[in-house]
T-cell receptor
Framework: SQTIHQWPATLVQPVGSPLSLECTVE??????LYWYRQAAGRGLQLLFY??????ISSEVPQNLSASRPQDRQFILSSKKLLLSDSGFYLC???????????FGPGTRLLVL | KQEVTQIPAALSVPEGENLVLNCSFT??????LQWFRQDPGKGLTSLLL?????REQTSGRLNASLDKSSGRSTLYIAASQPGDSATYLC?????????????FGKGTKLSVIP
């Protein structure tokens, strides 16, 4: 069966510090991968998606970047965090764009 | 731009009651629609996926309907239980150039009172 992992589960970082969130998927190959952010009082917002190694598409301009160094690894990064980067970050995978997306447990980020 | 609205934002019902959650979307050119459940501080769990050509999907006590022409979907929960308490999210996948993107509503927070 397939599983998706995210770490860390919780992170508190000062403004201006760097960020690296990791997402890995097990039990499948060449998945579509997604990063979402859920901010308080807002719906989930798609940040990045990837259809293959090294292929990243950004949905919104922002202070964040994403990378996919391996088939089942998706990383969300920032060089300098802003207060507005606080939120709940969710990674998801899907076999194809037509099929269901499966979500990880999320990382709660608080920028102070 | 696709917008998804969920009404009500919060709902409290006694255990055993049947209930309906509503979702509406502005652009009917969707590929599919999904209902998710989110427990506090957790990720999302997919409940039902309805393709644009389908009218409804059922799983256990859950039934989701889709009326693409009117831009509406409902999630029906039969014989509600306290374990159903969670936030329910509706999301549509647009077709065409934006086909990779799911657009989510803000959710309905359901509380089932024992």
């Amino acid at each position: 069966s397939q599983t998706i992992h995210q770490w860390p589960a919780t992170l508190v970082q000062p403004v201006g510090s760097p960020l690296s969130l990791e997402c890995t998927v097990e039990g499948t190959s060449n998945p579509n991968l997604y990063w979402y952010r859920q901010a308080a009082g807002r719906g989930l917002q798609l940040l990045f998606y990837s259809v293959g190694i090294g292929q990243i598409s950004s949905e919104v301009p922002q202070n964040l970047s994403a990378s996919r160094p391996q088939d089942r690894q998706f990383i969300l990064s920032s060089k300098k965090l802003l207060l507005s980067d606080s939120g709940f970050y969710l990674c998801a995978w899907a076999r194809t764009i037509q099929e269901t997306q499966y979500f990880g447990p999320g990382t709660r980020l608080l920028v102070l | 731009k696709q917008e998804v609205t969920q009404i009500p934002a919060a709902l409290s019902v006694p255990e055993g009651e049947n209930l309906v959650l509503n979702c509406s979307f502005t652009d009917s050119a969707i590929y599919n629609l999904q209902w998710f459940r989110q427990d506090p501080g957790k990720g999302l769990t997919s409940l039902l996926l309805i393709q644009s050509s389908q009218r409804e999907q059922t799983s256990g006590r859950l039934n989701a309907s889709l009326d693409k022409s009117s831009g509406r979907s409902t999630l029906y929960i039969a014989a509600s239980q306290p374990g159903d308490s969670a936030t329910y999210l509706c999301a549509v996948k647009v077709s065409g150039a934006g086909s990779y993107q799911l657009t989510f509503g803000k959710g309905t927070k359901l509380s089932v009172i024992p």
